[in-house]
């Protein structure tokens, strides 16, 4: 089981969850850089994390087509304008970070049941979405009015990137993609797929399905660009798709053939994985432990060729307990690079010079 999915089955048991108030943007000064790390919202300019009252567990991780958004068990969070949206056994309701209600909306007038209730959801720029039994609801973001409806069967996955939705639902016959707009709903394309995927990629150039078995790789609007046998942790980059197996980091072409392949270094008892692909093409990989307080362990590899730039790793908090659970991931901005860690005992940032891995700051997160 991957790092991702074992942080998936820990968040529905675990009430995950984080936030606090985002600075307020003045007409003269653009957002400091914010993040979500355990339980707090960190101000990467300051330095300076805070933390929202009665709020318990910890962040997945930043949402892939908007690093402001935050996904957890329960609860979305945008820190850039410090809303989130939390759904419970009747309402799904967008909030401030304070708590005090934009709107509210009955399940039951949406047609869903207080039991399953909303099995999962997401918060776009103009929409809010929710799922539920087979069911998903575009709310308009301003107003929490129906923007649209789609009953396709039991959903398997879903993501969202830019205008696009991405199910993967449950048919009579088998597991069958489907491409949408998120704006209308409107269906771009239906593909079936030959098994149920683990994993669900959008990517500028296409859309990236992987399995047990294999990776398939559509076009945005249908046609199967190629197919592999073998899966493995993937992410888009600009030239094409990033694919980790077992210890080779890969970098395939729009087509599928591989632009070059590049030994990881791989660190003892360290058997989580998580990639990140920066605007300019380069590959960072993190690697912890996701029981213990491992630290992280990280490399940096040229988008360009493969060749590896750098490794650092990063101390950990000095828990000795076993009992732990602990997640890692990086983003980047221009010119660095930051490591989140989050854990049992604490959560930590650092962030990196994206050229050479020197350390600029760590934050511990309050």
Sequence with gaps: MTSHRRLLLFSLTAAITCGTSAPAQSKNRQ?????????????????????????????????????SVFDVANLNVDVATST?????????????????AKWSVALESLAIASQPGVHDRRLTKERVLVESAGSIIALERATGNVAWRQDHGRTQAWTVRGDLLVTVTQD??????????????????????????????????????????????????????????GSGTVVAHPDGWIVLRDATLSLLDRQGDAMWHAKMTKPK????????????????????QFMSDSGVFCQAFDGKSGEQQWTRQLAGLGIPHSKYFHHA??????GVVDIISQGSGGAFVVTLDAGSGAQAQRIKVQ
Excluded: C
Excluded at 85 to 93: D, E, F, S
Excluded at 269 to 288: D, K, Y
Excluded at 329 to 334: E, F, H, V
């Design 329 to 334: 991931y990086a983003r980047s901005r221009k």
């Design 31 to 67: 957002q400091p850089p914010l993040l979500a790390a355990r339980n707090a919202v960190v101000d990467l300019e300051s330095g300076k994390s805070s933390r929202l009252p009665g709020i318990k567990g910890y962040v997945v991780r930043a949402d892939a087509r908007n690093d």
């Design 269 to 288: 008892f360290l058997n989580s994985h998580e990639l990140h692909v920066t605007a300019t093409g380069n590959v960072i990989l993190t690697t912890h």
């Design 172 to 229: 009579t016959d088998g597991s069958v993609l489907r491409v949408m707009s998120l704006q209308n709903g409107a269906l771009a394309s239906q593909v079936k797929l030959e098994a149920q995927p683990q994993a669900i990629v959008i990517g500028d150039h296409g859309i990236a399905v992987a399995s047990q078995q294999q990776l398939r790789v559509f076009d945005r609007f249908g046609p199967e660009l190629f197919k592999q046998t």
């Design 84 to 100: 989130q949206v939390r759904t419970t056994k009747q309402h799904v309701l967008l909030e401030t970070l304070s708590g005090k």
